[in-house]
């Protein structure tokens, strides 16, 4: 069984920083792309950031120069900073990652619980 467990989240001031935190843990052979959504109240789930296996990322033009997405592989970690927060990046934040299990051929993409941020004064 494999799970995504967010960390990190809570309440920071504009202008403020965070630092996310997702672990996966289970049979695990591989995790491919990793990802941060989020939805703010009364909006649609939008694409925040993403990395490949190989490194290479993809940001929301609203979060480029202010986020950082990173991962970490011997941890099975991703990590989002998050720099210069505004108040309507109040949302909460799901992690996924497309894992190959140990024990069959597929990807699956999985999601995490996700974190509540919430930017204000």
């Known amino acids: 069984q494999v799970q995504l467990v967010e960390s990190g989240g809570g309440l920071v001031q504009p202008g403020g920083s965070l630092r996310l935190s997702c672990a996966a843990s289970?049979?695990?052979?591989?995790?491919?792309?990793w990802a941060w959504y989020r939805r703010a109240p009364g909006l649609q789930r939008e694409l925040v950031a993403d990395?490949?296996?190989?490194?290479?990322?993809n940001y929301d033009d609203s979060v480029k120069g202010r986020f950082t997405i990173s991962r970490d592989n011997a941890k099975r970690t991703v990590y989002l900073q998050m720099n210069g927060l505004k108040p309507e990046e109040t949302a909460v934040y799901y992690c996924?990652?497309?894992?190959?299990?140990?024990?069959?051929?597929?990807?699956?993409?999985?999601w995490g619980q996700g974190t509540q941020v919430t930017v204000s004064s």
């Open positions: 289970g049979t695990i052979f591989n995790i491919y792309t």
């Open positions: 996924t990652a497309d894992i190959q299990e140990a024990t069959i051929a597929v990807v699956r993409r999985y």
């Open positions: 990395i490949t296996s190989g490194g290479n990322t």
